[in-house]
């Protein structure tokens, strides 16, 4: 016991040495026997910083503190029958790390790698390796340090393909220094894990497939399933064999997945051209497969999910299934069982064949899933999308249940990131909402890929960490990881691999994020532009700019990335990502020039982006959903309301203004088309005097022209020369208007008695072609005291929150109090509602209340749902805007305040009434501006037992909706 709790604390503190650089290794708790060595002791970070980043993430890796040096010679000895894969890339590995010269037997010269064998265990053993125990089929050891005097590596792997992911880690733990002193214990928590290419669209090329083949080598993938959705000969052609040039690529794939460890697997989908009954049909198919597996394939797939259950395609297949779920589950259990005899007759090598079954993405049992789980022979396997065809989650329980109902291990066919579905968009997301379990608990792990080929490979990547180590994974460090494997090194197209990436980051399983990186940006941005903090702002805009910049120039950055294949592959969504970013720089430079009072310098910002959102609205494919769009969308509102554009009174597009009547105009803001016309004028009509000039317009068109409250009925631009000017906005800016709007955030209000100060926001609005200043004023009645800020400064075209704080002095008798707020001219009047300090237990849950209600929408909701004090219970109204629930307390009491927990279907309005007999009732508090969510009500009711909330207004067209109702007495003092 002793022992076990010291290996337990060193491999504790291993972990936590390199948690940070590998984001934190999953601690070896999981792990299969012995997971560290007994004398781990932990070392300084400093030296542990060697060790790069690993991916897929091993389940368990001690540092050891020093590092190996590589020279220009090195002794390899690989036991005899090494896997010689292996063997090959680890010389590869030396040769790129500048080693020239290997020596294959000892004693050589150099560090030795040591690679299987007795000599392997041996080093490994005094390395301090934990013993193989039960590692897992595709595990491997590996070792680094002085082993006799003489620098060592040694790796050892279980099943055939161990050893060479065990070089595969060698490879990343390879760097100019060295190989870094290390111990790792690793091991595939999925047995079967790869990657479909399955998508609808042109298939990949020979050479996109060999080049995915190395990639899944590198990230410790084992299978590649072969099934394109536009390849005939897999499908209607399925009797014909592939001509001469797909043959030959398929022996060449097949070697090159050899070389990978990556089981080259073929999947057919014959049903739609075949005769299922017919025994000479299923010969075709067997010798089908012969002839695939002659050419290298070494794992079969049946597909029967596009098919119908009432249309056969022979006469003889009606007559011996019927028709109906279970009769097409007969038939496809009856081909599938004579595939998988002639497979296990001829082939004995094969991998055990699958089957997709028509219902494959449905939930627990149906009648085709019964049928199909009682006739399929007991070694086949069924594939699966999870629950739906693209699910947002896989839970280990939905796995356990179609387990359940197919009696038999499931092949999880995850459909992401294909796109065939979605041609718009390209999912560069990680891999996200699939429980561990679903890993370790199917037979495999495969997930479709894209069209893109290079593209797939950011969420690939992450999707092979996650079935490598189901438990250790971290979807965000993957995905970076993933990026930087992408970009190969290069820096500058790494950041603008993170903006595509990024910008392309939202799907199904991961709605809410979209442009993550750039969200908090663009808040900042707006937030700072609020503000007279001019530092502020530009720091905000420097940094959203740099990253547009970093989008605008992502085509030319991503040129040579994956050879160039990316750019290629995702043209059309790097190049809206480039759009967007031009336009983002020229939204953020319009912004700033405004808030530096430049409208000129606006004005040409404001029309250099027409062009580009046209362009960005031309585009068929969608980039940034949500965001991007949006952040254009505010950035030009923000702007209409600066110039003035979208006031009340301008005019849009043409060259003259009529007012209703004649009003004092302070200024006047004008906008033309610059260029090619001639300046011309602006004119005012002034009431029984007619058109006066009023001053010339700038040709670069802006012009803001002080008019010192002129009144006027009427205004218009006069052209100057043969060629008017073309206007698109001419703003009056009004004398006889308020400087500035006001609104309240509430205009009710609870405020505790002596208690802490009620904190709400005033809104002002600039309503002027300039900054407006002033103060606001808040005329509080007795017994009540505001704060607000001494002066406040509204940025043209925007809107300023300024914080009002309330207190209520401990003498205050309750009740409500009117509080009127003022700006410029404005006057609005928040209703402070004070009530008294409130305290012990919740008297809607005390023993002998009961809850009762107008009405319960079902059974389900019923009124004491709401008096439980359970979140996840609540009571429901039946729809209609009146309605109440009312608590009768187990005996009156003097409540000062409910506490009310919405649903969704809450009250915007809504009244708390109180009656001491139930019949004769009073309206202690109602609220008008009701926003869900948790509200708290404050009042004075003495002498409650029956306490209601009365419905008025309904926030949604259902009924009302409530989780909980507390509430509390009047404290004594
Ligand atoms: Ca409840």
Redesign the pocket.
């Known amino acids: 016991m002793r022992l076990a709790g010291r290996r337990r604390t060193a491999a504790a503190l291993a972990v936590a040495v390199i948690s940070g650089l590998l984001g934190g290794a999953q601690p070896a708790a999981a792990a299969p026997g012995d997971p560290a060595s007994p004398a781990g002791t932990a070392r300084d970070p400093e030296s542990a910083a060697a060790v790069p980043p690993l991916w897929p993430r091993p389940q368990s890796v001690r540092a050891g503190g020093g590092v190996l040096p590589l020279g220009h010679e090195a002794t390899v000895v690989a036991a005899p029958g090494t896997d010689p894969y292996a063997a090959a890339l680890l010389k590869d590995v030396l040769r790129d790390a500048g080693v020239r010269t290997v020596h294959d037997a000892l004693p050589g010269r150099g560090p030795v790698f040591l690679l299987g064998g007795p000599g392997a265990g041996r080093a490994l053993h005094a390395l301090r390796a934990a013993e193989t125990g039960d590692l897992p089929r595709g595990g491997y050891r590996l070792a680094s340090g002085e082993v006799a005097g003489r620098a060592t590596v040694a790796l050892d792997g279980t099943g055939d393909d161990g050893l060479f992911h065990g070089v595969q880690t060698l490879r990343q733990l390879v760097t100019g220094d060295g190989v870094p002193h290390v111990v790792v214990r690793d091991w595939p928590g999925t047995a079967v894990r790869g990657t479909t290419e399955g998508f609808y669209g042109t298939p990949w090329t020979h050479r996109q497939r060999m080049e995915q083949l190395d990639f899944m080598g590198r990230t410790k993938q084992n299978r590649y399933l072969y099934a394109p959705g536009d390849d005939p000969y897999r499908q209607a052609m399925w009797r014909e064999a592939y001509p001469a040039v797909q043959r030959a690529e398929f022996r060449e794939l097949a070697e090159h997945a050899r070389r990978n460890h990556v089981v080259l697997a073929w999947a057919v989908a014959p049903a739609q051209s075949m005769c299922l009954s017919d025994d000479g049909d299923i010969r075709a198919l067997n010798r089908k497969i012969d002839a695939m597996w002659a050419l290298g394939v070494r794992a079969f797939q049946l597909q029967f999910q596009d098919v119908s259950y009432s249309e056969w395609h022979c006469g003889k297949d009606a007559r011996a299934f019927g028709s109906g779920p279970a009769a097409a589950a007969k038939a496809h259990a009856r081909v599938a069982d004579a595939v998988a005899r002639h497979l296990a007759d001829r082939h004995p090598g094969a991998e055990q064949l699958s089957v997709v079954p028509t219902e494959y993405y449905q939930d627990g049992p149906t009648d085709y899933r019964r049928a199909l789980a009682a006739e399929l022979d007991d070694g086949i396997r069924v594939g699966w999308t999870g629950v739906g065809v693209v699910p947002r989650t896989i839970t280990g329980r939905e796995l356990a249940e179609t387990r359940e109902a197919f009696g038999r291990p499931l092949v999880t066919m995850d459909n992401y990131p294909v796109n065939d579905w979605a041609q718009d968009r390209i999912f560069l997301g990680p891999y996200t909402g699939r429980d561990p379990a679903v890993a370790g608990g199917s037979a495999a792990l495969l997930v479709n890929a894209m069209e893109q080929a290079s593209a797939s490979r950011i969420p690939l990547f992450t999707a092979a960490d996650f079935a490598w180590n189901p438990k250790g994974y971290r979807p965000q460090e993957s995905w970076r990881a993933a990026l930087d494997d992408l970009a190969g090194g290069d820096a500058r197209a790494r950041e603008a691999l993170g903006a595509l990436a990024g910008n392309d980051a939202s799907s199904i399983l991961s709605p809410d994020t979209e442009s993550a990186y750039l969200r908090p940006l663009m808040d900042e941005f707006w937030r700072t532009r609020a503000t007279t903090d001019a530092q502020a702002q530009e720091r905000a805009a420097d940094a959203l700019r740099s990253a547009f910049a970093v989008m605008r120039e992502a085509p030319g950055r991503l040129d040579s990335t994956a050879g160039g294949d990316l750019a290629d592959e995702v043209r059309p969504w790097l190049d809206q990502l480039s759009r967007y970013g031009h336009a983002g720089e020229k939204a953020v430079d319009m912004l700033l020039a405004q808030s530096r009072g430049d409208g000129q310098a606006a004005w040409d910002a404001s029309l250099a982006l027409e062009p580009l959102r046209e362009r960005l609205s031309a585009s068929r494919v969608t980039v940034g959903k949500g965001v991007l769009g949006a952040f254009l969308d505010r950035a030009e509102k923000e702007s209409r309301a600066w110039t003035g554009a979208d006031r009340a009174g301008a005019g849009k597009g043409g060259d003259t203004v009529r007012l209703a009547g004649p009003r004092p105009v302070t200024a006047v803001t004008t906008m033309t088309e610059p260029g090619h016309t001639s300046p011309g004028h602006l004119e005012g009509h002034v009431p029984g005097e007619g058109w006066r000039r009023l001053a010339p317009l700038s040709a670069g068109g802006w012009t803001q022209t002080d008019v010192k409250e002129l009144t006027v009925d009427a205004l218009r631009v006069a052209p100057d020369g043969p060629r008017p000017p073309a206007v698109r906005a001419l703003v009056p800016w009004f004398a006889d208007e308020p400087a500035a709007g006001l609104a309240l955030d509430r205009e009710q209000a609870g405020a505790e008695i002596g208690g802490a100060p009620l904190r709400t926001d005033v809104r002002l609005t600039a309503q002027r072609p300039g900054e407006v200043r002033g103060e606001l004023t808040a005329r509080a009645p007795a017994g009540i005291e505001v704060r607000v800020p001494q002066r406040t400064t509204v940025p043209r075209g925007t809107r300023a929150t300024v914080p009002v704080e309330v207190t209520v002095p401990e003498d205050t008798p309750s009740g409500e109090y009117r509080v009127p707020l003022a700006f410029a001219g404005q006057e609005s009047t928040l209703t402070v509602r004070a009530f008294p300090r409130t305290g012990g237990p919740d008297l809607v849950r005390a023993p002998g209340a009961k809850a009762s209600a107008s009405g319960e929408e079902t059974a389900d909701f019923p009124a004491s ?11 429901s109204s039946p729809t209609g805007p009146d309605a109440w629930w009312q608590v009768e307390l187990a005996r009156p009491a003097r409540v000062g305040q409910v506490v009310l ?1 919405w649903q969704d279907a809450y009250a915007t309005s809504y009244r708390v009434q109180v009656s001491s007999d139930g019949v004769t009732w009073h309206t202690a508090a109602t609220v008008t501006d009701g926003r869900g969510g948790r509200e708290t009500v404050g009042l004075d009711a003495k002498d409650t037992r029956f306490l209601r909330i009365r419905g008025d207004e309904r926030a949604t067209r259902f009924g009302y909706s ?3 109702v507390e509430a509390y007495a009047v404290a004594d003092r």
């Open positions: 749902a709401a008096a439980d004090g359970d979140g996840a219970t609540r009571w927990h409530l989780f909980t």
